[in-house]
C-alpha cells in the first residue's frame, strides 16, 4: 500500500509559479513511476507529467512543456511539479498518481491539491 501526500497549491497570478510536491510513504525505488495529473471543474482528468524511479521524464505536449518540469528527491520519497508562467486555464485539483509494476499493476492516488490562477 502507498499513501501520496500532494501540497503546495495554492492562489497565484497569472504569470506566477508554483511548485507542487508529491511525498510516498513507501521507499521511492519501490515506485516504478509517479506521474501528475489535474482535473478542472467538468473537464476530465489530464495528464501532465511523469518520472521513473530511474529519473526518465516525460511531459505531456500540450500543456507542461516549457512550463512544468517534473523532479525528485528520492531521499525524501517526494517527486515535485515546478510550474512557471502560470494560467487562469491551469485552474484545476492536481493529484499525483504512483504505479508499481509488478504481477499485477497497482495505482495510488492523492487526495489532491487545489490551484487556482487568477487573471
Known amino acids: 500500500q502507498v499513501q501520496l501526500v500532494e501540497s503546495g497549491g495554492g492562489l497565484v497570478q497569472a504569470g506566477g509559479s508554483l511548485k507542487l510536491s508529491c511525498t510516498a510513504s513507501?521507499?521511492?525505488?519501490?515506485?516504478?513511476?509517479i506521474k501528475w495529473y489535474r482535473q478542472a471543474p467538468g473537464k476530465q482528468r489530464e495528464f501532465l507529467a511523469s518520472?521513473?524511479?530511474?529519473?526518465?521524464?516525460?511531459l505531456a505536449d500540450s500543456v507542461a512543456k516549457g512550463r512544468f518540469t517534473i523532479s525528485r528527491d528520492n531521499a525524501k520519497n517526494t517527486v515535485y511539479l515546478q510550474m512557471n508562467s502560470l494560467k487562469p486555464e491551469d485552474t484545476a485539483v492536481y493529484y499525483c498518481?504512483?504505479?508499481?509494476?509488478?504481477?499485477?499493476?497497482?495505482?495510488?492516488w492523492g487526495q489532491g491539491t487545489q490551484v487556482t490562477v487568477s487573471s
Open positions: 498518481n504512483a504505479v508499481v509494476l509488478g504481477p499485477q499493476r497497482k495505482e495510488y
Open positions: 513507501s521507499s521511492s525505488f519501490s515506485i516504478n513511476y
Open positions: 518520472i521513473s524511479n530511474g529519473g526518465a521524464v516525460g
